[in-house]
């Protein structure tokens, strides 16, 4: 499985923010994807995820009021994560990960690389 963040940048602080996650090698139609982010100097946190199979999504902690994840065009396996009123604190290293079976976890065995979001206040 590979995975690609994409779509990070420099915004300032309200911004909105759009990144995505495109995904191949999954050898089945139901599969899960995650994003995490890191900030510097802080471990790695989860941020939301999302299954395949029903499109449930789940969320970790404050950050569903502010961001969104949802599935990108779907003939691709795309996963998008939107971020609205993005603050300082945001500013972070962003990841999608999948684990090795269909159902969200923390616990992801995929990692793409990151995406690095700044935001300026």
């Known amino acids: 499985v590979q995975l690609q963040a994409s779509g990070g940048g420099l915004v300032k602080t309200g911004d909105s923010l759009r990144l995505s996650c495109a995904a191949s090698?999954?050898?089945?139609?139901?599969?899960?994807i995650g994003w995490f982010r890191q900030a510097p100097g802080k471990e790695r946190e989860g941020i939301a995820c999302l299954t395949s199979r029903d499109g449930m999504t789940y969320y970790v902690g404050s950050l569903k009021d502010r961001f969104t994840i949802l599935r990108g065009n779907t003939k691709n396996t795309t996963v998008v994560l939107l971020m609205m009123r993005l603050k300082p604190e945001d500013t972070a290293v962003y990841y999608c990960?999948?684990?090795?079976?269909?159902?969200?976890?923390?616990?992801?065995?995929?990692w793409g690389e990151g995406t690095q979001v700044t935001v300026s206040s």
């Open positions: 090698g999954f050898t089945s139609d139901y599969y899960a």
């Open positions: 990960a999948a684990p090795q079976g269909s159902s969200c976890q923390l616990r992801m065995n995929y």
